[in-house]
């Protein structure tokens, strides 16, 4: 089942979204599934290289890894998406990372840390495959009156597998141990595999005939990204996820880990203080969309102002955190900023949805997501600086707030030039 690019006046609830549309409800299923192993990896891997290296550098450069290896696979994962059948590309990468999961259980000393980090950049660098095909596929097995909710389900499912995978996992490994995690997570991906075999798919890419060299690759990844620079308009909504994780997403998580280890510490080390800041965020960034979404239903000029609207929610929100003076108003915030964010996110993708045609719609999600996680990496290490710079938690939180209306007034800008040429 395909769809057209334009917007649907005839939009549908998700309750008969996932009850009429099997090949969605396999998909999401696959989704969820796939998540969990995702979260259950991140704390098991995280959790063991502190253990063997007692080094906060080297806990810090997981988090690199993890960023940096989907962005160094985007080009060739468009391509892929685009190229060959989206169906068996996230089949195939699901069945791949079963063995990387299960290749963790090899690492048990400090000097295998090595294999630890090259595991990683495999597993994140193979999910650089299966996000931008899973969002390209997405049209391809719901009509258009079923995109939006099917985009803001998919979002929401993030965003509580996020809240409740992590939290999951610490428990796991807390009370089986670490290496029985990555088993699961190597299971989670089998799992999500046998769903999406089942999904009856008979869309095909419209580069199947291309030129297969990796010469033809990189010539049809450079069409992707001239197709970006002939519509401006694209490549904008495009750059939101990644301002919106420099802004106020990236730099913003490695203070809560802060605030979590030497201010608000609850649990051992933190831990559930840092839990709980992490599981509001990912609430916020679940129900936030949902909840906007009963507003601007799936209509482009609504989900372009609600943008804006996210950008401002994720300013409060960080204003609230920012004099650190309880733990609740930090919660508060930091949920707030999760809204903010999950707007942000959501229809940005909806909007990409609906204008990118079937033919390049692998290779702009690819190009979309390498630049965020680009710029996550980018967050990350100006927030980790700023810190071993002794600027303050307080500090660094005003900062973020004070930047992260700037990309609210430049799309602002953009929309009124824009409006101007239709009129």
Do not use: C
């Not at 396999?26 to 259950?40: A, C, E, K, Y």
């Not at 839990?275 to 000029?301: N, W, Y």
């Amino acid at each position: 089942m395909s769809t057209t690019t334009t917007n649907s006046s005839g939009s549908i609830g998700y309750r008969e979204l996932i009850g009429g549309n099997r090949n969605f409800r396999l998909l999401w299923f696959g989704q969820i599934i796939s998540l969990l192993g995702d979260w259950f990896n991140f704390v098991a891997s995280a959790s063991l290289i502190a253990i063997l290296t007692q080094s906060g550098f080297a806990v810090g450069s997981l988090f690199v890894v993890r960023m940096l290896a989907p962005f160094f696979v985007s080009p060739i994962a468009g391509v892929v998406a685009d190229r060959y059948n989206r169906k068996y590309t996230l089949i195939i990468t699901d069945l791949a990372r079963v063995v990387v999961a299960f290749g963790f259980l090899l690492v048990r000393s400090a000097d295998d840390v090595w294999l630890l980090y090259a595991l990683t950049a495999l597993q994140l660098g193979i999910g650089g495959f299966f996000f931008p095909t899973r969002n390209a596929i997405l049209p391809d097995v719901v009509s258009s009156q079923e995109l939006g909710a099917a985009n803001a389900l998919g979002s929401a499912t993030w965003s509580v597998m996020l809240a409740l995978g992590a939290a999951i996992g610490g428990i796991v490994s807390g009370a089986w141990g670490i290496y029985p995690v990555f088993v699961i997570d190597g299971l989670t991906f089998l799992l999500s595999a046998a769903f999406i075999a089942q999904i009856k798919l008979d869309v095909e890419p419209d580069l199947t005939a291309s030129d297969k060299t990796m010469e033809g690759a990189f010539k049809e990844y450079l069409d992707g990204l001239r197709y970006l620079g002939r519509h401006t308009d694209t490549l904008v909504i495009a750059l939101h996820k990644a301002a919106s994780a420099l802004m106020m997403g990236s730099g913003a998580q490695v203070a809560m880990v802060v605030i979590a280890k030497d201010i608000f510490v609850i649990g051992k080390g933190g831990g559930i203080s840092l839990g709980l800041m992490l599981g509001m965020g990912g609430v916020g960034t679940g129900v936030g969309p949902i909840v906007a979404r009963h507003f601007t239903g799936d209509r482009d000029r609504p989900l372009r102002y609600a943008i804006i609207l996210g950008y401002l929610m994720g300013t409060v929100g960080l204003a609230i955190v920012a004099p650190i003076i309880h733990f609740g108003w930090v919660l508060l915030g930091v949920t707030l900023r999760g809204i903010g964010g999950g707007i942000i996110w959501v229809f940005s993708t909806q909007l990409l949805l609906h204008l990118v045609p079937n033919s390049v719609r692998g290779r702009v999600f690819a190009t979309d997501y390498a630049l965020f996680t680009l710029l996550s990496t980018v967050g990350s290490a100006i927030a980790g600086g700023a810190l071993d710079a002794s600027l303050s938690i307080p500090a660094i939180f005003w900062w973020m707030a004070g930047l992260t209306p700037i990309p609210a007034v430049l799309w602002a800008m953009w929309l009124g030039k824009r409006m101007k040429r239709e009129t």
